[in-house]
């Protein structure tokens, strides 16, 4: 008994020293300490003359789960998903290089003062054993609580200007044309849902143009920032509990507050929540999973881009021409 409540204190002690230092990226960053300061580095000749060639009629920012340790890195599902997506909307521009869970778009094993214990520890992961597993929760943990830091109403905002800057960023590098008006969507699973969200104000505003938010499985709270959303489609699986955090934790997502920003949106339809099935959070049976099958016989990834390529192919008929 001892041993479990000493694993006990330690596991809260953990929790509460990353609880603590959460916000300290994106303040650090505010406060131009780091390498990676506010002002975004120009794109160089060739990736302006790449960008150039690649103007799309909209464009598609896909964002990573909370299990992710880089935008490179993602799951083979989660490629396969991009694939598909990508043959269902073949004229879409689909964005992939930015890790929501960063200000700075800085992966956990990147350029950080502890990039070495978070390469170990992801590492340690791959190799799918119970210490991997219980290491890589930290992962988890630590991430999860930057999607708390984005909806949180003190430091949110400086968080997700800082996400929305480098998506920005990686908007232009990707041949998005400024001034030009064209749809963005913002498709984020997991806690990358709540980012997505958080990011609308700063990517209308900044950009003038309309952005919608796709959220997979989106633990999404009562963020404020939907109100700069166009249309949200929110996709929950009818096995995935998790999204039903926000419901419960964030008092703008109850009904007995009419008046916040995620009611209001509500109200005027401007958020539509769909089941695609009996699909789980993560994992086997999962929205990525290319071998699961529902009663129809439809694979629950071929389920997740067609509902997806429904929502988006209104905006892309109404796109304005580059």
Excluded: C
């Amino acid at each position: 008994m001892s041993l479990i409540a000493w694993a006990i204190g330690l596991a809260l002690l953990l929790i509460f020293i990353f609880a603590l230092l959460s916000p300290f990226e994106a303040l650090g960053w505010w406060a131009g300490w780091g390498k990676r300061g506010l002002e975004p580095s120009p794109p160089s000749d060739e990736e302006m003359a790449e960008a150039q060639e690649t103007v799309a009629p909209y464009y598609i920012v896909y964002l990573t789960a909370i299990g992710g340790v880089s935008a490179e890195d993602i799951s083979k599902r989660e490629r396969v998903f991009l694939a598909r997506l990508k043959e269902a909307l073949p004229d879409a521009m689909i964005v992939t290089d930015v890790f929501p869970f960063s200000v700075t778009n800085n992966p956990l094993n990147g350029e950080r003062l502890l990039g070495w214990l978070w390469r170990r520890i992801h590492q340690s992961r791959m190799k799918r054993s119970l210490k991997g597993t219980l290491f890589g929760s930290l992962i988890f943990l630590r991430n999860l609580l930057q999607v708390a830091v984005s909806a949180d109403p003190r430091y949110g905002p400086i968080n997700n200007v800082g996400v929305a800057n480098e998506i920005a960023k990686s908007l232009v590098r990707h041949g998005y044309p400024l001034g030009s008006g064209a749809p963005i969507v913002v498709m984020g699973w997991s806690g990358g849902g709540q980012i997505a969200v958080g990011v609308a104000r700063y990517l209308n505003q900044g950009l003038n143009a309309p952005v919608y938010v796709v959220s997979i499985g989106g633990v999404l709270t009562d963020d404020p920032a939907v109100a700069y959303v166009r249309r949200l489609l929110h996709i929950q699986g009818s096995k995935d509990k998790f999204p039903s955090i926000g419901d419960i934790l964030y008092p703008g997502r109850w009904r007995i507050v009419p008046h916040s920003a995620w009611n209001r949106a509500l109200a005027a339809g401007k958020i539509i929540t769909v089941d695609p099935g009996p699909m789980i959070h993560t994992g086997r049976g999962d929205y990525f999973d290319y071998r699961a099958t529902l009663a129809n016989g439809q694979t629950h990834v071929e389920r997740i881009v067609e509902l997806i390529a429904d929502f988006i192919r209104p905006i892309q008929d109404v796109a304005q021409p580059a």
